[in-house]
């Protein structure tokens, strides 16, 4: 890794950014980390160790990088990416950690047709906390880690593999999946838990009334299930845009599971649905 990736350009240094630059550090012995964001976000990236350097001009931040992580929002990424084609070095890697990967890797296959190698990409880890300050080197520790194609043949390659690797050594679960996958299992897995939320939260704000009643009950599990109410809607507008079919698709399951409970309330049927969900969470507990 220390050979192939010697200049690491990190495209948006804020949670995802950041945190990737945190851990990536302490397995690429040497190699100079810059960042490209706006002037305050890496002047706290620069204080905190999460890049070396940072640059205002994008053409800065790519000369000589070997490895380049774009961590900026789906719709920003598709606009940059020409401008990151044909600024990145031949033979270099450009890799995205975008949410949605069908309407990025799209765009990325127009641009990527020569030069540098582009490999699609989405960290299955966050916070309800984002930007810079809220970087985290243990952020991708035990995380699935979508990775959106395969490995081929050629001196690019190399690096794809070694990227890899540096994801396992940074804790990260590597899965190679096609771009449609990735979207129809995110829709389900992550974008409609952050719905719910939206939805749970604005359930909950509609019945509090004047004296605070019955939010001010409220205990440990409605915050923790209220937790992804806490994501900024600029961090999920072009994740909804550019993956609305997918989940229109689950909304509408969702609403007919809602539908069930509603007509299972007074009967044996309910127990049958608690039974099930606690099936899943036992799948889903034993995967951590």
């Given at each position: 890794?220390?050979?192939?990736?010697?200049?690491?350009?990190?495209?948006?240094?804020?949670?995802?950014?950041?945190?990737?630059?945190?851990?990536?550090?302490?397995?690429?012995?040497?190699?100079?980390?810059?960042?490209?964001?706006?002037?305050?976000?890496?002047?706290?990236?620069?204080?905190?160790?999460?890049?070396?350097?940072?640059?205002?001009?994008?053409?800065?931040?790519?000369?000589?990088?070997?490895?380049?992580?774009?961590?900026?929002?789906?719709?920003?990424?598709?606009?940059?990416?020409?401008?990151?084609?044909?600024?990145?070095?031949?033979?270099?890697?450009v890799t995205d950690a975008a949410s949605t990967k069908r309407a990025v890797c799209a765009a990325a296959s127009k641009c990527f047709s020569w030069r540098a190698r582009f490999l699609g990409g989405h960290p299955m880890a966050g916070k309800e906390d984002s930007g810079v300050d809220a970087a985290d080197a243990a952020l991708f520790?035990?995380?699935?880690?979508?990775?959106?194609?395969?490995?081929?043949?050629?001196?690019?390659?190399?690096?794809?593999?070694a990227f890899v690797e540096l994801l396992k050594a940074i804790g990260a679960r590597p899965i190679w999946m096609d771009a449609e996958t990735h979207d129809r299992a995110t829709a389900v897995v992550s974008h409609l838990p952050q719905l719910v939320a939206v939805a749970l939260a604005g359930v909950v704000r509609e019945a509090t009334d004047q004296t605070g009643l019955p939010l001010t009950l409220a205990g440990r599990g409605l915050r923790d299930a209220l937790r992804l109410a806490g994501s900024p809607y600029s961090v999920w507008r072009d994740i909804v845009l550019t993956n609305a079919d997918h989940l229109e698709t689950e909304l509408d399951r969702l609403a007919q599971a809602i539908e069930d409970l509603r007509?299972?309330?007074?009967?044996?049927?309910?127990?049958?649905?608690?039974?099930?969900?606690?099936?899943?969470?036992?799948i889903l507990r034993d995967l951590q």
């Open positions: 890794m220390p050979a192939l990736f010697t200049r690491v350009a990190v495209v948006g240094t804020g949670l995802i950014g950041g945190s990737f630059a945190l851990a990536a550090r302490a397995h690429l012995p040497g190699a100079l980390l810059v960042g490209w964001d706006k002037p305050d976000v890496l002047k706290r990236a620069c204080a905190r160790g999460v890049v070396d350097e940072g640059f205002a001009e994008l053409a800065d931040a790519l000369a000589g990088a070997d490895l380049v992580y774009v961590a900026l929002p789906v719709g920003l990424t598709i606009e940059k990416l020409r401008d990151i084609a044909l600024l990145t070095a031949p033979g270099a890697l520790r035990g995380a699935q880690y979508a990775l959106i194609g395969a490995v081929g043949d050629g001196e690019s390659e190399k690096r794809v593999v007509r299972h309330l007074r009967g044996r049927e309910l127990e049958e649905e608690f039974a099930s969900a606690n099936e899943v969470y036992k």
